[in-house]
């Protein structure tokens, strides 16, 4: 019983990370590419709705991973592999690392990306809403700062990405010791 509990645990944190991983990664290779072509107005405005689908849906989707890992963690706690990575014997310490490393999204967005491209990008969304509205003629913001924003939020979304990635990796090396 507890073994078959052990490879669903381990399919589900594996792939639940590794899903995340793509998700985020399709919105700066696929979504954001595509705001290039609208008027600055339209472009932040998507950018708002496609940031806040991904605010209300990846933490959910990263605390289950996150917790998948950590029962791993739990449950490999008395397993020494033949095999090592990096001098690391225990599928326990790897799983431990991908539990820490995916939740590790919603520190790396209030930190890094809040402060800079988001913080901007929401406010210029107001303005783009005021705009359509009719309460303003343009957007208060500067020639072009749309896509300078929208290019430096795409590369911070890749870094956020490499959290959830480098999880679902770990996981998988730690699924593999066993």
Do not use: H
């Not at 969304?125 to 072009?144: H, P, W, Y």
């Amino acid at each position: 019983m507890a073994s078959s509990l052990v490879a669903v645990v381990q399919i589900a944190g594996v792939t639940s990370a590794a899903f995340l991983s793509g998700a985020i990664v399709s919105v700066s290779w696929m979504t954001i590419p595509s705001l290039g072509v609208a008027p600055d107005e339209v472009a932040v405005k998507q950018w708002r709705r496609a940031f806040g689908i991904g605010k209300a849906t990846a933490p959910a989707l990263a605390l289950p991973s996150a917790l998948c890992f950590a029962y791993l963690a739990y449950a490999t706690r008395n397993i020494v592999s033949k095999t090592s990575v990096l001098g690391i014997r225990s599928p326990m310490v790897l799983y431990g690392v991908a539990a820490v490393a995916i939740p590790c999204i919603v520190p790396y967005t209030l930190i890094a990306m809040e402060p800079g491209a988001n913080r901007r990008l929401m406010a210029l969304g107001e303005e783009a809403d005021a705009v359509v509205k009719g309460e303003s003629r343009e957007l208060m913001g500067k020639e072009g700062e749309v896509k300078v924003l929208l290019k430096k939020w795409t590369g911070m979304n890749y870094n956020r990405a490499l959290f959830t990635g480098f999880g679902a990796v770990v996981g998988a090396v730690a699924t593999m010791m066993m």
